[in-house]
């Protein structure tokens, strides 16, 4: 539901826009419905905008355009046909709510039609602006490129994750750069964040359908330009590297995609701001997202997940010997069962090979394993290899179903190009028909298909805990600038749970026997802070037997969420953030390698006494990382909380309504 009115700005914009209609260069300018930020479309030779925050210039210029074959293109010498002007205000509730189950969406438009058959829009929301094209052409043609040139003011930073090529799983380091640390042509994949020291930019995509996914590079000064995989003509096995899975892209178009008939093109998404909450907060992609094609939903159920190749299936303390065996994977239904875990994936090595995949391990009798699943309420999800599942779509899921799976998680796209694109869409549409839920592992970020396919729960393209067996990387500053940079475009497949927890001093990367950076109440934060509708559990569940009090914590988390507060936040360094489900309430922290204390007023809870059960660090977590007190308590609205957190800590707690 939409309703339209005339805002003051409007009137003057129609004046300007009727003294100026004659002359070479035209204005438009759009603001915010608060009123903070402005934005002031340019239309001249070309098309440009530009963007303040409190009047203070935030992005010096965009120039927008894209040009299609048989010499056409939009945004060259550009000529106004009309400009409409509205506000809309909406409310939205999500499939799967991973920040809001309603969500208001306020914001004014400004379309302008253009001679040609095209038109550009623009959307100004209280966090950000986005824009897009829409061409009405009815014609089959290709996209030759996009153009998209945003130029910051010089004293910009950057949260760059940077990319050595666009055949990638988008897991990235978000590296500190500012126009001095940059070599022209260097390129990172989205979203990406710059720090205008007047306020935040955060970059990304919406809407992204049957078309390329953006990078962004490097040109000069703190320019940085759009760029687009080009269309994939032949993809070749790289046989001398995992051909199971790795690709040699042998053939590629002059171009970057395919079309036909009248189309919009994906929203370019800027999210503006002076305060880092809002990056977290900020609903943006969701409000830019198409509506779910899925009728009847109520089998897309998020949960949380045993998950097996992080641990490497070490189970111990038992009378089988453990591996890719049906013994090994019972004991992960019985320990999902018995904690009220909702699923369980059987990783790589379940099939009877990478590539045989309509089989299963015969070490695996997969038929009992489900059936046995099935009797302790526990769901299977199945990974598989996109390669080898994209090649015979149909009849793989299907099959999948007959046998009883709920899921999969496809792994090892790689791809941002038009036809991987499509690929996802497709894999989600059919999998919707056999209600399977799809995890995208080695895969980009998400960009609004999962509104559409809301079957989609999750996303990886995170650098995320799975790091742990090979590298330090996954250490706490880190993890305090992913939820202001990658969750930003929407839920990811982190994996958090680690139980064996180290600092720096005495971490070393094992691949069987992985540890995490960080304290133990570091790893249980995520549960909160990290928006995953499918969140898992990584570690093993022969240690976290050992571990009760703490899975019993884990395992009373939701993994979607009615309403998000963040209360203190600052992007690589800490944040404090509430979360609603029901009448109850989250509430964590997580801190990187700086000790620090918070004191939060509880002015978000209801009337009515509360009981709260918290995990904080231990007196001796800045020298023993696993340590922790729990502690319960009774709250009620407005009372303060003192939270203290040692170098890489955290601090979670559950507030639960009493009588609940």
Not at 229 to 246: C, G, H, M, Q, T
């Amino acid at each position: 539901m939409s309703r339209f009115v005339i805002r003051p700005f409007v009137l003057l914009f129609f004046i300007s826009f009727l003294s100026n209609f004659n002359s070479y260069a035209q204005n438009y300018p759009l603001e915010s419905p608060n009123g903070r930020l402005s934005f002031l479309v340019m239309i001249d030779k070309e098309i440009k905008w530009s963007a303040s925050l409190d009047g203070q210039e935030i992005i010096n210029q965009v120039e927008v355009g894209m040009t299609l074959d048989q010499n056409r293109i939009l945004g060259v010498n550009p000529k106004l046909r009309s400009v409409d002007t509205k506000f809309h205000e909406m409310q939205i509730k999500p499939v799967v709510p991973n920040k809001d189950a309603v969500i208001t969406s306020r914001y004014n438009e400004m379309t302008l039609e253009m001679a040609g058959n095209y038109s550009l829009v623009f959307r100004a929301f209280d966090d950000g602006i986005a824009y897009r094209f829409i061409d009405g052409s009815k014609k089959s043609r290709v996209v030759e490129t996009e153009k998209m040139l945003v130029s910051f003011p010089g004293n910009t930073m950057s949260y760059f994750p940077q990319e050595e090529s666009m055949y990638s799983h988008n897991e990235r380091i978000y590296l500190k750069k500012t126009g001095a640390d940059f070599k022209k042509g260097e390129f990172c994949s989205l979203p990406v964040l710059f720090d205008a020291g007047s306020g935040k930019v955060l970059i990304t995509e919406a809407s992204l359908h049957d078309y390329p996914g953006m990078f962004l590079k490097f040109e000069k000064d703190m320019d940085f330009e759009a760029m687009f995989p080009k269309f994939v003509l032949e993809a070749i096995p790289d046989v001398n590297n995992s051909p199971d899975r790795n690709q040699i892209l042998s053939k590629e178009a002059e171009y970057i995609a395919e079309v036909s008939g009248s189309r919009a093109y994906p929203w370019r998404v800027f999210m503006i701001s002076d305060d880092d909450r809002t990056f977290i907060e900020s609903n943006l992609v969701t409000q830019l997202s198409g509506q779910s094609k899925i009728e009847g939903t109520s089998w897309i159920r998020p949960g949380m997940v045993a998950w097996d190749w992080y641990n490497a299936n070490n189970i111990y303390g038992v009378d089988f010997e453990a591996g890719l065996n049906t013994e090994t994977y019972k004991y992960y239904v019985d320990f999902a069962s018995e904690n009220g875990i909702e699923y369980v994936i059987l990783d790589e090595g379940w099939t009877k090979s990478t590539t045989e995949i309509l089989d299963w391990n015969p070490e695996i009798d997969l038929p009992e394993l489900i059936e046995y699943s099935k009797e302790k309420n526990v769901g299977i999800i199945l990974w598989v290899l996109w390669k080898p599942l994209n090649e015979n779509l149909e009849e793989i899921l299907k099959l999948y179903s007959s046998w009883g799976a709920v899921g999969i998680k496809v792994d090892f796209m790689q791809r941002n190009d038009q036809t991987m694109v499509k690929s996802y869409e497709e894999i989600a549409e059919t999998a919707s028909k056999y209600e399977l839920l799809v995890d995208f592992h080695g895969a980009f970020k998400p960009a609004g298909m999962e509104r559409v396919w809301p079957n989609i729960i999750n996303y990886e393209g995170v650098k995320g805990n799975e790091n742990n067996k090979w590298s330090a990387d996954i250490n706490p500053e880190h993890n305090l600038t992913i939820p202001f940079t990658r969750m930003a475009a929407g839920p990811m497949d982190f994996t958090p749970g680690a139980m064996v927890n180290k600092h720096s001093k005495n971490f070393s990367a094992n691949f069987f026997r992985p540890m995490s950076l960080g304290t133990r109440c570091h790893q249980l934060a995520m549960y909160v802070v990290y928006e995953a509708p499918l969140q898992m559990l990584c570690e093993s569940p022969s240690r976290y037997r050992q571990e009760q009090e703490t899975v019993d914590f884990i395992t009373s988390i939701p993994t979607t969420w009615d309403e998000t507060r963040v209360i203190e936040a600052a992007v690589s360094d800490y944040v404090v953030i509430a979360r609603r489900k029901g009448e109850n309430w989250f509430l964590a922290a997580m801190t990187d390698d700086a000790p620090r204390e918070f004191d939060i007023r509880l002015d978000f809870l209801s009337e009515g006494p509360y009981e709260m059960e918290s995990f904080k660090d231990g007196v001796n977590a800045k020298n023993y990382a696993e340590d922790y007190k729990r502690e319960m308590i009774e709250v009620k609205k407005n009372d303060s909380l003192h939270m203290t957190l040692t170098g890489g800590g955290g601090w979670i707690a559950q507030i639960r309504k009493e009588n609940n």
